[in-house]
């Protein structure tokens, strides 16, 4: 039977030290010291370093994940619903800097064996968001040749544009968030402006 009190040191101890030093340079010694258990009990409960790598990398997807459940968007305008989730989603990272870190480093630096579990993860955080955006557009005046999915593409990835700017500055020194936000909601803003309406002049 599993002490789930010294599970979870180990899985924060896992999500400290792969987050610091990614999997291939993380070191099973240094999480029994982190976790203040020993190496042995790490192996029993998770068999192998990839087992434990991937259990780190879930608690950090589904502790991502929670900050959206139930979450109330404002009954207002478009701009307004998607600074309220960058900015959810700035704050869980800022106060959770590891867990950034460890999605980050594990998505683009994961061990060959858990490509396919962390690709299938990877598609579920996508169709989370996916789902999140139709449902803010559905009710938008769109023109009658713009096709909903189009819209999604272009959005996500002017929100992974201004993410990779800046989420970084933010998980690394959560003072930054004081300091850049304005300019974050700013460049942000400007660029979903330009997605909505356009950058030509009306003939």
Do not use: W
């Not at 989370?128 to 023109?143: D, H, Q, R």
């Amino acid at each position: 039977m599993l002490d789930n009190s010294k599970k979870d040191k180990i899985v924060q101890a896992s999500i400290e030290e792969f987050s610091e030093h990614g999997f291939e340079k993380a070191n099973t010694d240094r999480i029994s010291q982190r976790g203040e258990v020993s190496k042995g009990l790490i192996f029993h409960y998770f068999g192998s370093k990839e087992n434990l790598f991937m259990t780190a990398m879930n608690k950090c997807i589904d502790d991502a994940l929670k900050e959206f459940e139930g979450m109330e968007l404002p009954q207002d305008d478009f701009i307004s619903i998607l600074m309220k989730l960058m900015e959810v989603k700035y704050k869980f990272f800022m106060n959770n800097p590891m867990h950034y870190k460890m999605l980050v480093g594990g998505f683009h630096n994961s061990p060959k064996k858990l490509k396919t579990d962390l690709e299938k993860r990877y598609v579920e955080i996508k169709q989370i968001g996916i789902g999140i955006l139709m449902e803010i557009i559905k009710g938008l005046p769109m023109k009658k040749n713009i096709a909903a999915d189009d819209i999604v593409s272009i959005m996500a990835a002017i929100t992974n544009i201004i993410e990779s700017k800046y989420l970084p500055l933010f998980s690394e020194d959560g003072s930054n968030y004081e300091k850049y936000y304005d300019v974050v909601k700013d460049e942000y803003i400007r660029l979903m402006n330009i997605l909505m309406y356009g950058i030509l002049e009306e003939r």
